[in-house]
Structures are given as C-alpha cells and as structure tokens.
C-alpha cells in the first residue's frame, strides 16, 4: 500500500513560481512510474509531467521548458518546480505513484 500526499500549493501571481512536494511512504519500489497531473474546473485530469528509473522525464507540451520534475535519491520525495506561472493553469494538482496510487492534491491559484 502506497499513501501519497502532496503539498506547496498556494496563490501565485502570473509569471511567478512555486514547487510542490509529493511525499510517498509504504511500499515504495524505485520502479513505480511518478507522475503530476492537474485537473483545473469543469475540465478533465490531465498528465503534466512523469519520470521513471533508468528514463528522461517527460513533460507536457504546454509546461516543457517551465516546469521541472525531480525527487530524491530514495524517490520518497517527487517534486514539481513550476516557473512563469500562467492563469490558465490554475488547478489542483495531483501527484500519482505506480499504477494507481493517487494524493489528495494541492490548490494552485495563478492571479493577481
């Protein structure tokens, strides 16, 4: 059993940044996929990012070149660093482990 919780959410002007923090604790395997998705109002979930062992990270078109995925050495931590923030990506974003373990998701506001 995996428990995903994100965190870093939070009001951000346009242009600006944040970096969200994805922790997984229970039964971590450095083979499990770890992705960022976001799901903004009315709309449906949609990939933002991913990385997996031994493979580049892949973004999405709309965030390659702005948004950076990492984690740690033990990749407990997953992390997401997101620059030049635009309104159109306000969202709750949510951090998935494997196949199917999914957190709470964290609020991510981009308006001034």
């Known amino acids: 059993q995996v428990q995903v919780v994100e965190s870093g959410g939070g009001l951000v002007q346009p242009g600006g940044s944040l970096r969200l923090s994805c922790a997984a604790s229970?039964?971590?395997?450095?083979?499990?996929?770890k992705g960022w998705y976001r799901q903004a109002p009315g709309k449906v979930r949609e990939w933002v990012a991913s990385?997996?062992?031994?493979?580049?990270?892949n973004y999405a078109a709309s965030v390659k070149g702005r948004f950076t995925i990492s984690g740690d050495t033990a990749m407990n931590q997953i992390y997401l660093q997101m620059n030049n923030l635009k309104p159109e990506e306000t969202a709750v974003y949510y951090c998935?482990?494997?196949?199917?373990?999914w957190g709470q998701g964290t609020q991510v506001t981009v308006s001034s």
């Open positions: 990385v997996a062992p031994g493979a580049r990270a």
């Open positions: 229970g039964s971590i395997e450095e083979r499990y996929f």
């Open positions: 998935k482990i494997g196949s199917s373990a």
